[in-house]
């Protein structure tokens, strides 16, 4: 079995090294202690989300939630080059949190939702913050399942005059529509920078936010010859542009 992962805050693990203990407490040693009963002589993985992880032997296990870690080895990631970053429009139920979740696993590293004139779902005050706060909680959850040390960053949500103005500063930026001629499999990529991805609701991107985002530089690309949900499209164009770009090289 593969050895479980436990999150803490960032900057927690930037001045470890090799032989030090850490000690891992609230929430996440609770999960450790109480939940996964974990023992000394244990490995463990942690990682601060932000790009340090560590992995280690549980040296010992006090009350219900504290856990103190040895240190084996320590491991920092750079920024990936060039940025991902995926528009996502709401969509309906819980397929949001199955786009997060996804894209997460598969590698991205940015998510902001976006309030698409077609979408079904919007959010709005209290409901709002709680939908925000599970797109959240999923990108946490999948970066801990997937074994990410640097977690996807899920943005406010944004309009389409907002949305339009990240287009215009991104190296590469593009919509994921129907009425694309040139394939994503095939569109010209810088070698850094950001790449922003917008996809669309149920309902399709209107075409007055085509305009807008074609305005802002963005071209209307193809994914493939079926067509996919909104809650799938972002993680299979994904996994393109990561292919196309060396990262999961």
């Known amino acids: 079995m593969t050895a479980p992962v436990f999150v803490t805050d960032p900057g927690r693990l930037d001045a470890l090294a090799p032989g030090d203990t850490f000690v891992l407490e609230g929430p996440e040693g609770r999960h450790a202690v109480s939940v996964r009963r974990l023992r000394a002589g244990e490995e463990v993985v942690l990682t601060d989300g932000a790009g340090t992880g560590a992995t280690g032997t549980v040296a010992a296990v006090s009350g219900k939630d504290r856990m103190d870690v040895t240190v084996v080895t320590v491991r920092s990631a750079p920024e990936p080059r060039p940025r991902i970053t995926v ?35 919007q959010w709005k005050g209290e409901r709002g913050l709680k939908s925000l706060g599970k797109w959240r909680a999923t990108a946490r959850e999948a970066g801990k399942q997937s074994r990410r040390v640097r977690f996807p960053e899920v943005a406010e949500p944004a309009s389409t005059r907002e949305v339009a103005r990240l287009l215009e500063g991104a190296a590469f930026a593009g919509v994921l529509h129907e009425s694309g001629e040139v394939p994503l499999a095939t569109a010209p990529l810088p070698v850094d920078g950001d790449l922003v991805l917008v996809v669309g609701p149920e309902g399709g991107v209107s075409p007055e936010e085509l305009r807008a985002f074609e305005a802002a530089g963005a071209v209307p690309y193809k994914l493939g010859p079926t067509v996919l949900r909104t809650s799938t499209a972002g993680t299979a164009a994904v996994a393109v542009l990561l292919a196309r770009t060396g990262r999961w090289g």
Do not use: F, H, I
Request: glycine residues 8%.
């Open 87 to 121: 528009v996502q429009a709401l969509p309906k139920g819980d397929r949001g949190e199955l786009a997060v979740e996804t894209m997460t696993e598969t590698g991205v590293d940015a998510v902001v939702p976006w309030t698409a004139s077609r979408c079904v779902t």
